[in-house]
């Protein structure tokens, strides 16, 4: 039976597969009185189906039923021409087999797909980030042993079709996964993998509620647990691979939401009993807390991080690290942040490295001599680990989704390609009913310079060679195209006020369109210039002789022992021993002849001998034939 009393064994998990970042803002948190969402799908140490697809509203007759598909992070994440024409089959892909159906409803609304659904046309948004939990459960049809038919991406956008409100999406996703059983595929029977093993979505509307649910596998792998906390309407939460909801007042229904066995299978498996631990904790009883540093840094330090980017006058201790043990304090389920924020504070955030603290990724030896914040893995022969930033070279998208309750158009989409931060995020808008083809053409597999992806992931190898030396350039260009889309959402804003809806979506996503065409190709043109004037180790700028270079800083050379070489790989001729070549600096030719450091007026004359020697002897060789002179020849240079 593959649910657990933990032992020590499973606590020393690596860091989590999917590895998310998920944050979310209340209503009064924003500057404008949206709620937003954001996510870094950082799952891309595989392939994955790059496409941002749009899945179209739709009319069902009556008695229909709705596939349930299991999806899949590789290219394609299903084959389902039912689902969008966009996940229709290609080069002769096989239409992917559901694992079950669900009656359907009347009338279903459009949104936007990727792994996860993200926001529909009436204002409902979605983040996702993978969680531990002490239960992992399977899909049927695929495994033998699996009784379970939904996962978090066919739960998400279900309910993005049903829903226009965080609370019925909230409460839908709840009861279909109790009834028809929750999966994450996490691991196999024999060796599960309780790390990936349970979810957490952030999810808003237009109402202006923001709500943050957490879902795991039931008994005997069956079935689900799931519990849902409201986010202060002024606060910023965070989410970072943990379970977060903590105490949970049952009967404040404004607040919380839950599950009818949240609290008698944590006290069947005994993971929670009220005389020993005191009062219900969610995260407590079902999160994976981790004694070894590793998940509650890989999760706490991007917790601190945040939080204290939003709110440094909570001053934060950075070392706490995320354990939610019962009656043990860790950092809040949400903060109250100094200012009120736009969708460029959460991109901000998503861009970080721990820039100007203690744990700046952009520093010390593993950054290289250019600052580049990228960790590979190690090899597993050496133990340790690299700490975890929010953004993360292996990114494979991210955004940030706003629900507005007061504009014509109900929710904008800032979506970015690749890892944070070498992307720019291109205002998509709720309705439209077409993507740009370039957003849809990308596989990992294939090098595509039509496709966006590729431009971004592009760019953000390409400066792996020299990172503080091209990364200004991106951020610079970054600011400028992000500067446009928000110049493009207050026009289009303008311009649709006294519209009617269809005619507003068809004004936004004209713009929009030509909008993304244009950073694609301002991305690529970036892309050449940065391969033209980066080059060799030169910096070039125009067809000149003399070029700047790109130099290794002092403090790494002194590291690396620049200063040592050539250490004793090289013999001296006995004629070497007091010859101080033009070429060679002073302390160096001192250092090979033990030459004191501070020469006495005896020294200097017995080197002002030598040289007369010297100058002698090169007059005398040089009236002789080339064959005696190359015993000296060296002595001549000057």
Not at 79 to 106: C, F
Request: glycine share 6%; hydrophobic share 40%.
């Amino acid at each position: 039976m593959a649910f657990i009393r933990l032992g020590l064994f499973l606590l020393a998990m690596v860091p989590l597969g999917d590895a998310c970042t998920l944050i979310a803002a209340g209503k009064d948190a924003t500057k404008d009185g949206s709620v937003m969402v954001s996510h870094t799908d950082d799952a891309g140490e595989g392939t994955s189906d790059l496409r941002l697809i749009n899945v179209p509203a739709q009319d069902h007759g009556k008695d229909s039923l709705r596939p349930v598909y299991s999806f899949k992070n590789a290219y394609p994440r299903v084959v389902a021409e039912d689902r969008s024409p966009l996940y229709g089959p290609k080069d002769g892909e096989a239409a992917s087999e559901p694992l079950g159906h669900i009656p359907q409803v009347e009338h279903t609304y459009a949104y936007f797909d990727q792994d996860y659904a993200i926001m529909n046309e009436v204002g409902l948004i979605m983040g996702e980030s993978t969680c531990a939990a002490k239960t992992v459960g399977w899909s049927t049809k695929e495994y033998s042993y699996g009784y379970n038919l939904f996962s978090i991406h066919e739960l998400s956008k279900v309910a993005m079709e049903r829903c226009a409100t965080a609370r019925c999406a909230i409460q839908l996703m709840g009861d279909l996964a109790v009834e028809h059983g929750f999966y994450a595929n996490a691991g196999t029977s024999t060796a599960p993998d309780f790390a990936d093993s349970a979810e957490a979505l952030a999810v808003g509307d237009r109402t202006g509620e923001v709500w943050m649910f957490h879902v795991m596998t039931g008994a005997r792998n069956r079935s689900a647990v799931w519990a849902a906390q409201r986010v202060p309407d002024d606060s910023v939460v965070a989410a970072p691979n943990s379970f977060i909801i903590r105490q949970m007042d049952l009967s404040d229904k404004d607040n919380f939401m839950a599950s009818p066995n949240v609290k008698s299978f944590a006290k069947e498996m005994g993971w929670w009993n009220p005389r020993r631990d005191g009062e219900f904790d969610f995260a407590a009883a079902y999160a994976v807390s981790d004694p070894l540093p590793l998940v509650p840094l890989y999760i706490g330090r991007r917790m601190w991080r945040i939080y204290t980017m939003l709110a440094p006058n909570l001053k934060l201790n950075p070392d706490l690290g995320y354990l939610p043990i019962f009656k043990h304090r860790t950092y809040p389920f949400s903060i109250v942040p100094v200012e009120k924020l736009y969708p460029q504070d959460f991109m901000r955030i998503m861009r970080d490295h721990y820039e100007g603290t203690p744990f700046d990724m952009t520093k010390g030896l593993a950054a290289g001599p250019f600052g580049n914040p990228t960790r590979w893995i190690g090899d597993k022969s050496v133990s340790g680990a690299w700490e975890r930033s929010i953004s993360v070279f292996r990114a494979s998208y991210s955004f940030v989704a706003v629900s507005r309750p007061r504009s014509p158009i109900p929710a904008i989409l800032w979506y970015g390609h690749d890892a944070p931060h070498g992307t720019v995020y291109v205002p998509f808008f709720s309705g439209q009913t077409s993507v740009p083809e370039s957003y849809l053409s990308s596989k990992q597999s294939v090098f595509d310079p039509t496709g966006a992806w590729w431009a971004f992931n592009f760019i953000n190898n390409w400066c792996q060679l020299a990172f503080n030396v091209m990364q200004p350039e991106v951020t610079k260009e970054q600011r400028r195209l992000e500067d446009l889309g928000k110049q493009l959402v207050a026009d289009i804003d303008r311009k649709v006020g006294h519209l009617p809806r269809e005619q507003t979506v068809k004004v936004a996503e004209k713009q929009q369109l030509h909008f993304a065409r244009q950073v694609v190709t301002a991305w690529w043109a970036l892309a050449h210039k940065l391969i033209a004037t980066y080059n060799n180790g030169a910096i070039i700028h125009g067809e000149v002789e003399l070029s700047n270079k790109t130099t290794y800083p002092a403090w790494w050379l002194k590291k690396v022992g620049y200063e040592g070489w050539p250490g004793n790989t090289f013999i001296y001729p006995k004629i070497y021993q007091q010859y101080n070549p033009t070429f060679a600096p002073r302390s160096a030719i001192l250092s090979v002849s033990n030459a004191s450091s501070s020469p006495n007026i005896f020294s200097l004359m017995v080197l002002a001998a030598f040289g007369s020697l010297a100058a002698f002897a090169l007059f005398h060789v040089t009236q002789r034939g080339p064959q005696a002179r190359t015993v000296y020849e060296y002595e001549a240079l000057s």
